[in-house]
């Protein structure tokens, strides 16, 4: 017997240093390890359980480098969710998220986008008003303060964008690639549960 599992392509945009390739490992191996620098872009696929539903998540990490910020809408393109990544001890890189929205916003079409502040296990960060300010202006669905290192809220905002881009199939918003495989045994640590944020 065979099942068509949902692919959905993520996006996890914001300057380099943010954090990003952190988290994305994180959430993949359950790994804390220091990260070589990301030229370019990396590419990650995990698959969940949502609620009964398996899912395929293709995770695109880009660099921030700004030799290859042309490249950006390139990679963009066909994107179903994204994570946009800023890191809570360095304010620059939330003001410098409109660029990385601008791109969003002109290459997919009303995509649900989270909102990751990186690093919370240190100090700082934008008022909570800023942020959700800035999260109503740019149509962001949720807002997410994690933390790689300690391992906080890494598979929440995973399992939050794989809701959202869920019901955004359901209701036609979106549409996934599908894999046909067999239906293989479900291991329970796949399973994530998805919890209730808003910005
Ligand atoms: P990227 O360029 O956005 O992919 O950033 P990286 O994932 O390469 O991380 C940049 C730096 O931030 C590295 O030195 C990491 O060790 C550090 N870092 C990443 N995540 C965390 C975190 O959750 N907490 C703290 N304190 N440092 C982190």
């Known amino acids: 017997m065979s099942v068509n599992t949902p692919i959905f392509k993520v ?3 914001g300057e380099g240093g943010v954090g990003k390739s952190c988290i994305v490992r994180r959430f993949i191996s359950n790994e804390n390890s220091e990260p070589v620098m990301t030229v370019g872009s990396e590419f990650a696929y995990r698959e969940l359980d ?4 398996r899912l395929g998540l293709s995770i695109w990490d880009f660099g921030g480098e700004e030799r290859f910020r042309e490249l950006m809408p390139i990679l963009c393109l066909g ?3 994204a994570l946009v990544v800023f890191d809570l001890s360095r304010y620059s890189t939330f003001v410098q ?16 986008v989270i909102l990751v502040g990186a690093k919370c296990d240190l100090p700082g960060g934008p008022p909570d008003e800023e942020i959700k300010q800035f999260c109503i202006e740019q149509r962001i669905s949720a807002y997410f303060p994690v933390s790689a290192r300690e391992g906080i809220n ?3 905002v ?3 964008i794989a809701q959202l881009m869920h019901d955004a199939t359901q209701k036609g918003f979106i549409t996934p690639a599908y894999s046909t495989k067999p239906n293989a045994e479900k291991s329970p640590s ?5 919890p209730s944020a808003t910005p």
């Open 79 to 81: 994107a179903h969710g």
């Open 11 to 13: 996006v996890v945009a």
């Open 50 to 53: 949502l609620t009964g539903q």
């Open 158 to 160: 995973f399992a939050h």
């Open 190 to 194: 796949d399973a994530l549960e998805t």
């Open 97 to 112: 998220l409109r660029f990385w929205m601008e791109i969003i916003h002109s290459t997919t079409n009303k995509i649900p």
């Open 154 to 156: 890494v598979d929440s």
